[in-house]
């Protein structure tokens, strides 16, 4: 008993078997393929032709079987015998050679490619690719090497296919890609194709894939990947935006502007601020658009923004980076000079400390962290006209010795080149910045502002007191060293 | 041997067929299948394949036209007539035959 299948031979129907029916496409099919287009005629006359026969031979009232089929197929002749005109009895094989398929890519037919040189079909060597990108990416790394390493070989690797392998432009190139022979035929075929865009390509490629499970592999990888990206990319997006509301709004300026206070090589701080930001943001956004691609799987629009923002990013981060070279120049040289300057202590038993702000801007919120020894403190002023001042104190230690007589010793480091400071080292008086009267020492910020800018000084004290002597701090909050608990603040009001 | 020959008489018939070809439309129009039957009936093809892709390069040529016509047994079929450039043509390959024949004869009786 046998399987039997409806057909229409141009319009005529037939009932045929399933033997028959294989035999019958499978000669078609050969034709069709030798055919291009502006031959189709031919295999629709054939079509007609078939039907004629099968007619003559009653097929009309009684199912068509293989015997038919075959009959027919030694009368019309088989394929290789409906020669061309020229008359080769069989054209010779072409060598196949690696090109890249660049109009079956989806990034740069890479796969495409190498699909057509191993007759895979290049769905598969795609799935491959990632599979093996994945695996090789398990927690425990391979051979010792982890995630980032082998997706970054492997991407580096599929660059270099991408420069190395030579793109299938002639029309010959592409016949030698897949080893057809070369045919006036294929010429037609190739150039119907025509440049399609990554996003629908990618989805396309999916779904003509042959067989099913490749198709259905693919397509979940594709919407999977965007997914991905899409978060990311918006993820990245929020949050470096909420982050830099929030530093503003408690601190009272925005984080970009921390750069005008530190004395740079460089007249113009914006160039380094715009490419900086832009070579954050720009990968988030890429991120967001690809993912939104691949998720919905459109065509870009043609001016390819994906091209548009990777190119932008990559001129803002080499901007960036030559900017911030650049600027921070002064600051290579370590030249940490450290000059020591003494200040004598009287012998108490109690010290006490305070560090009280600078003239007019009490009102400033202090930023304090307090241990059992140290002491850093700093704070951001913003007065009427909402000019930004930084005020920093030097560092305050406190060392215990039983042996030397209690006294300060402050120090002042300095890793920037001299250019940028006024002020010899030696010159900065120890007074502007501590002051020892009686039991209490006073301690005073540098003050920096967008014309008073930080230039790598940095001062610390260190206060040598036997074990017995206690250290209290006074302004602004209540604290003993050594006995009380640490005490920090976070950017918050007083 | 017989192969060798073979494939020589293929080639010789595959030389001529189109002319013979637009020679069978000279005097009438005719369906594709009586068009093949008078071409075996002169031995001329083996399979019948080899003609639709002649039929439709002609066609293509500006050789060869053809109608739809209604036939009692189903849907219409292709009705083939010579063109004016097709008779055209058929007249310069009468006498390019004679010349081939002619020398082949020529050499034939030496």
Known sequence: MKEVLNISLQ?????????????????????????????????????????????????????????????????????????????????????????RDTQNCVVAGVCSGLGAYFNIDAVWMRIIFILVAVFLTSPKGLYGIHLMEWTGFLLL???????IIPQAKTVSQRCEMKGEPQNVNHIHKKFAQGARDAGTQMWEMG??????????IWKVICFTAGVILTVTGFAGIVSIGAGMVAFDIATGISPLSIIDFVQL?????????????????????????????????FKGPKWRPGLVIFITWLICAIIFIISSVKAFTPYYDFNESNKKQLAVVPAKDTLYVICPKAEGMEKAKMNIEATRSNLNL?????????????????QLKIRRNNEKSPHIEATLAQFSKPTLYDDAPDNTPLSSYVEVRDSLITIKPAIY?????????????????????????????????????????????? | MDTNVDNIKSQMRKGVLEYCILSTLRRNDAYASALIGELKEAQMIVVEGTLYPLL??????????YRWEESPQGPPRKYYSLTEIGRA???????????VVASVEFIKNR
């Open chain 1, 157 to 163: 690797l599929y660059v270099i296919l991408w420069i």
């Open chain 2, 56 to 65: 439709t390069r002609l066609k293509n040529q500006g050789m060869l036209s």
């Open chain 2, 89 to 99: 043509s058929l007249a310069e390959m009468d006498a390019a035959w004679n010349e």
């Open chain 1, 449 to 494: 502002s967008r014309e008073n800018k930080f230039s790598g000084k940095i001062q610390s004290i260190r206060l040598y007191v036997p074990d017995s002597t206690v250290v209290i701090l006074q302004e602004p909050i209540d604290f003993t060293f050594g006995k009380s608990r640490s005490y920090r603040s976070g950017i918050r009001r007083h």
């Open chain 1, 378 to 394: 700093h704070y951001l002023f913003n007065d009427r006209l909402m000019n930004t001042s930084f005020a920093i104190y030097p």
């Open chain 1, 11 to 99: 319009g005529i129907s037939f009932a045929i078997e399933k033997d028959a029916y294989d035999l019958l496409d499978k000669y078609l099919t050969e034709l069709r393929s030798h055919y291009g287009d502006s031959e189709a005629e031919v295999v629709n006359d054939i079509e007609e032709r078939i039907a004629e026969l099968l007619i003559e031979r009653g097929c009309k009232n009684r199912v068509v079987q293989y015997c038919h089929i075959d009959q027919i197929i030694s009368i019309l002749g088989k394929p290789s015998q409906i020669d061309d005109s020229n008359g080769q009895s069989g054209t010779p094989k072409v060598k196949k050679k690696i090109y």
């Open chain 1, 207 to 216: 779904s003509k894939a042959t067989g099913t499970a490749a198709s259905i």
């Open chain 1, 265 to 297: 090589d460089m007249e113009s701080t914006l160039w380094l601020k715009i490419s900086g930001t832009l070579a954050y943001l720009l990968p988030c956004i890429g991120m967001l658009y690809a993912g939104i691609k691949l998720c919905f799987s």
